[in-house]
Each structure stands twice: as structure tokens, then as C-alpha cells.
Nanobody, 123 residues
Framework: QVQLVESGGGLVQAGGSLRLSCAAS????????MGWFRQAPGKEREFVAG????????NGVDSVKGRFTASYENAKNTVYLQMNSLKPEDTAVYYC????????????????WGKGTLVTVSS
């Protein structure tokens, strides 16, 4: 059973930074895509950053490019989302997710999801 648990969310002022963590259990990250998504009230879920099945960095929506970066630490079975230059519009619940199949693209579909962590950016 794969479990994903996000942490690191909270309140931060505009222009600040946060680092989210996603701890995984039940499976290694090797050859599986990992993605970070967010959903704000009244808005659709969007992809913000991720790790491809081969371990490369994947860019998300244009609004976060250059500010959000995903990374991983295999020894801790953890994926991170570094968020810099935060804006009030970044306020959302952030989720990490992974595929149940190896060698799949992030946008091909995620099967396991964490419960999310709330990030609130004040102006």
C-alpha cells in the first residue's frame, strides 16, 4: 500500500519561501513519476512541478515556472517542493501524487494522492 503524506504548509508573507515535503511509504520512487499539484477554492487543480520517472525535473504551469522546483531525496523516500517568491495567488492546498505504473508521464494520470497541505500567502 502506497501512502503519501505532505507537510510544510503554513502561513507566509508575499515574497517569502516555503519548502513542502512529501514522505512516501510502501514503495520506492525509482522509475515512477511524482507530481505536485495545487487547488485553490473555486479553481481547477493544476500541476506545479514534478519529478519524471527517470528522475528529472518537470516544470508546471507558467504562473509558477522559475519559482517552484521539485526535488527528491531517495535515502529519506521524500519528494520536496521548493516555493520561492510566493504570491497571494499561490494560496492553495498542495498535493503530492504518484503513478501506480513505472515509466509513465506525470500527466498520464496519478493514482496515489496525499491528503494535502495548506499554503496561505498573505499580502
Amino acid at each position: 500500500q502506497v501512502q503519501l503524506v505532505e507537510s510544510g504548509g503554513g502561513l507566509v508573507q508575499a515574497g517569502g519561501s516555503l519548502r513542502l515535503s512529501c514522505a512516501a511509504s510502501g514503495r520506492t520512487f525509482s522509475n515512477y513519476a511524482m507530481g505536485w499539484f495545487r487547488q485553490a477554492p473555486g479553481k481547477e487543480r493544476e500541476f506545479v512541478a514534478g519529478i519524471t520517472w527517470s528522475g528529472g525535473s518537470a516544470n508546471g504551469v507558467d504562473s509558477v515556472k522559475g519559482r517552484f522546483t521539485a526535488s527528491y531525496e531517495n535515502a529519506k523516500n521524500t519528494v520536496y517542493l521548493q516555493m520561492n517568491s510566493l504570491k497571494p495567488e499561490d494560496t492553495a492546498v498542495y498535493y503530492c501524487a504518484t503513478s501506480s505504473r513505472k515509466y509513465r508521464g506525470i500527466m498520464e494520470g496519478m493514482d496515489y494522492w496525499g491528503k494535502g497541505t495548506l499554503v496561505t500567502v498573505s499580502s
